[in-house]
């Protein structure tokens, strides 16, 4: 490495974060309850865009597994929920790396 | 930037940046593993990897359940895990080293945190893995690995290959998984098989319920993966 930054584990053998490691950085994470065939509001997720899953990522999680998606825009993403009859509540981590 | 600090890495990748006011780095806090139907407490905020414990097939996988709680994260088969915490949240030790705020004074970097790393070996969109039973599954009898698959979200016949190369050191993140056997059928979501023997992990996603209903599932959740440095 010619420049940059390196931090090293306790031994100093190991480069654990830096210009070699990809770490990961907490964006956004909670819960939301979503009313039949409805979406959640916008939650921010700072840097994110609508296709730039090679650096930001959103894992969401629901009970009603089959109907909940989200759909990402700039600076934010929402979550759908397409049952036609039931409410869902969905879990959502957001990370960059 | 007026001030603070800026840097990224190799290929442009996102190290650090004080200009930032919502991305916040997050420290490897705690290791180690976690027993089949066993539950790991975690803060609701924290991120969690995990690689299977065995590499007996049957249990070479990483099934998780984090539907029921925030605060704990349910395995199926025995795994290890990597517990990832914001910096603000973290313990430090020692009295040296380095330390980033943004413009609001959180704490978004502090390296007394955590004396080992995650470093992030690439990721999976969702829905681009196709469904499938793979091996060992407990529901029905699969001879060998299922390379490509069918199923919901998304459309089409696709990859099941989530990883290539050996994954003998490769972490999943276990943030989204879910599965259910209540007796008569069983439900598995975002479960990575790996496949010690040809050196990949695969996608395994079902519904099945005997005679009654055979579904496959892709991926509906990002699948990150990373590779402990200690």
């Known amino acids: ?97 | 930037m007026a001030y603070g600090i800026s840097a990224t890495g190799n290929n442009d990748s996102f190290i650090i940046d004080s200009d930032t006011t919502g991305t916040e780095h997050l420290a490897v806090v705690a290791t180690g593993t976690v027993e089949a139907g066993a539950t790991l407490t975690k803060q609701a905020q924290d991120f969690i990897f995990a690689k299977p414990y065995s590499t007996t097939i049957g249990s070479n996988r990483v099934t998780c359940n984090n539907i029921a709680s925030a605060t704990g994260v349910t395995f199926l088969k025995k795994v290890y895990y990597v517990q990832l915490r914001k910096a603000q949240n973290a313990s430090t030790s020692g009295s040296y080293g380095i330390q980033v705020k943004n413009a609001s004074n959180t704490i978004i970097y502090d390296s007394r945190t955590s004396s080992s790393g995650l470093k992030i070996l690439g990721s999976t969109p969702k829905a681009t893995m196709g469904g499938a039973m793979q091996p060992g599954n407990g529901m029905v009898t699969v001879n060998n690995p299922v390379l490509t698959g069918t199923g919901y979200p998304g459309t089409g016949t696709r990859s099941t290959i989530i990883h290539s190369g050996d994954p003998t050191n490769v972490y999943v993140n276990a943030s989204s998984g879910y599965y259910y056997y209540p007796g008569a059928y069983g439900l598995e979501l975002n479960s990575a098989y790996y496949d010690y023997a040809n050196n990949r992990i695969l996608n395994q996603g079902f519904f099945y319920y005997p005679a009654v209903s055979s579904i496959a599932y892709s991926n509906s959740t990002d699948i990150l993966k990373g590779e402990l440095i200690t």
Request: proline fraction near 0%; avoid cysteine; aromatic fraction near 12%.
């Open chain 1, 1 to 97: 490495m010619a420049y940059g930054i390196q931090i090293r584990n306790g031994t100093g053998t190991n480069e654990i974060f830096g210009h070699n490691i990809s770490n990961t950085h907490f964006l956004a994470s909670g819960s939301v309850t979503i009313a039949a065939n409805g979406q959640s509001n916008d939650i921010d997720v700072e840097g994110m865009t609508a296709l730039n899953t090679n650096t930001i990522g959103v894992g969401v999680n629901s009970q009603l597994y089959a109907y909940v998606d989200i759909v990402r825009e700039t600076g934010s993403f929402y979550i759908t929920n397409s049952s036609s009859t039931n409410s869902l509540t969905a879990s959502y981590f957001a990370y960059r790396y």
